[in-house]
DNA sequence: GCCAAAATGATTGACGTCTATCAATTCCAT
DNA sequence: ATGGAATTGATAGACGTCAATCATTTTGGC
């Protein structure tokens, strides 16, 4: 009752071995009606190709990208330490990580990246989307090459990438607005969305979501216009500071780009006065964690940077492996109060469940042993 | 450059292959003060066996058993799906998995479960753990086996189990206390806990945990004294029902057991009325989710049982491989509004990210490539 | 110094796949 | 029919480990 080895698959078809291994591994010189009867063979004893023993043959090494923003955003130096982190040990694994350095939110930057990757293709790509038909163009060149593509923290749906790997953000701007909503149940109130561009799809879903709960499910809370913060926390700070001046009664704010150590001291005049708004902010960092720790802010919506390269990196090994595509969901978000912080020296390691088992199957097809 | 082998260690050491593979494989025969030198020589090139191919070699296949509690608790019959959702799967992967029923909250029928299991020790077993010295015992009995075992749900840190796969129980419990504050920031209110057992660790400590964040930052709310609902929805009916009928104006109701569907229908008479209580429960069920999408519901604390048993199973390979322990973090759990539910049928499917992959490394050794 | 016991070395086949080479067969166009 | 091309078969070595066997050396007790 063991698995099927590719010597049974020829036995069934009738062929040599070399002929069934020509088809599998695409080597070509093998007629039509010949590579028919492999495949047959191959559906029907469920043959599935040994990658462990497949990888120990070539000796084989992934090696795999990650195209990284470059700046002080601190989601972003979070995801480089991660990286750096588990990289020592992904070798082990017979993987290697690399980081390419882009400029962040800068197409043709990407672009050239993407360009030059491609001259010595990597097994596989992790990149954060950036909606702009050449880098749309360079992905499917990439995917067209073989090349493993993953966006990551934000999609590019219109694109040849595999696979999205990063949290649902309307979803998150939805909730956000539930928080948000919870946090009025007894009165009304006036909410300011603070975020980093709305030409990032990711800000604009957030957005989006957030307006929408509002609007169904909290008419008592009045909406303002959004503030464009271009992730830089002082054009946070000082619009803020602004608002407070004018006497503006904000009682809550949801913030969804970076920059929040802006938004924190902008706040500071409110400590120990018990009116401070409602502050719901994306991304935990060291900023928002101090700034939970001190009540500054409620509610830290974070994407888990860890299990986002956690799946990542299992979702590039799987296309590598060409395996049966499994369904990637997307990253459930945590969301965390003062009380349910992480252990900050743990937000430095990869989120558990690993992929080759925490891979999803297919269906129902069910039945234990 | 590439990774030592074992040949490598044997030459290293001034030994014959034979002799380094008695040290590494334990089958004795080998002096004391050669042992020694080949553990040296595996200490200095940073030897760590391919797991990959020894398990080529052997044939070998993982066999890990599940112990599940019977009844009808959603929870587990959630579970229960996964498991069998993922066995086909797993078993490309060289893994057979078993369930094995138990009674509920039953430490000798447990035991017996155990005992019965050591007679042909798998690699591995999950169980709920149960506060018990019988249970301990056996636990302890089958670690000195050789066996993997992991406590799942609910932790026995007392005992000798390698490993404790779940949440944080306490900040569960935290957590829910703010969300109670949050959605009680304009105005006092009275708060009832309901949970199944006391007798159950996972429960107390989410009682203590909610109990503490709210005596430390919200006065306002005053805390009725805990209802034991034996994780039976009836029971759990009934008690609403009287105190409603009683006049008792609860402004709260923070549930942590099972038999949520019994307080769904105890809160069925405020619809339309506006002034029912915020209601928090833990795990999303098909009566949960629902009770969330008719606004019955506020929020659900999840344990994602799909990122448990991925990791569970992760953790249990790892210690089979008998490689060097990764610290095993408590899964975060997921925090689940009307506007963030996951996809149905997702929630039968494991959760992502690989654990041979998202195994966390051991400290901030850095350094990509 | 002798003998048994213990320790060590040397080697082989298996696991399933990939790559490569060479020989043998079939096909097709002329 | 004949030659060249395309297809097919057979086989070997490599990857790193494990299990097993048998031969050889060393050790320790007397």
Do not use: W
Request: with cysteine; glycine share 8%.
């Amino acid at each position: 009752m063991k698995a099927p080895t590719l010597a049974d698959v020829a036995r069934r078809a009738g062929v040599s071995y070399a002929t069934a291994d020509r088809v599998v591994n695409a080597r070509g010189g093998v007629a039509d009606a010949r590579a028919d009867r492999v495949r047959q063979a191959i559906a029907d004893l469920g043959y599935v190709r040994n990658v462990a023993a497949a990888n120990l043959s070539q000796g084989r090494v992934y090696r795999f990208v990650f195209v990284i923003p470059t700046g002080t955003n601190a989601f972003f130096l979070h995801l480089r330490m991660i990286l750096g982190a588990v990289a020592p040990r992904l070798r082990l694994e017979k993987t290697e990580l690399r980081i390419e350095d882009v400029a962040a939110f800068d197409a043709p930057s990407l672009v050239a990246v993407l360009r030059s990757l491609s001259l010595s293709p990597p097994d596989g790509i992790a990149l954060v989307g950036i909606d702009s038909p050449e880098v749309a163009a360079a992905v499917a060149d990439l995917t067209a090459a073989g090349v493993a593509v993953v966006t990551l923290v934000s999609d590019m749906p219109d694109s040849a990438r595999h696979a999205y790997v990063g949290i649902d953000n309307c979803s998150a701007g939805r909730t956000a607005a539930r928080l948000m909503g919870l946090a009025h149940a007894r009165g009304p109130g006036r909410v300011l969305p603070v975020l980093g561009s709305l030409t990032a799809r990711d800000h604009r879903e957030r957005l989006a979501g957030f307006r929408a709960v509002l609007a169904q499910d909290f008419p008592q809370i009045a909406l303002l216009p959004e503030f464009e913060g271009r992730d830089r926390a002082e054009l946070v700070e000082q619009a803020l500071a602004r608002l407070f001046d004018r006497g503006e009664a904000l009682s809550g704010i949801y913030s969804f780009g970076a920059g929040n150590s802006g938004l924190a001291r902008a706040l500071s005049r409110f400590e120990g006065t018990g009116n401070r708004p409602v502050v719901i902010v994306h991304e935990l960092t060291p900023r928002t964690r101090e700034a939970l720790g001190t009540g500054n802010f409620d509610v830290v919506i974070d994407q888990r940077p860890g299990a986002e390269i956690a799946l990542a990196l299992a979702t590039m090994r799987q296309i590598s492996d060409r395996l049966p595509a499994a369904p990637i969901r997307p990253i459930i978000p945590a969301i965390i109060f003062q009380d349910n912080m992480p252990d900050p020296e743990d937000s430095a390691l990869l989120d558990a469940a690993g992929l080759d088992h925490t891979t999803a199957p297919h269906g129902r097809q069910g039945g234990l042993t």
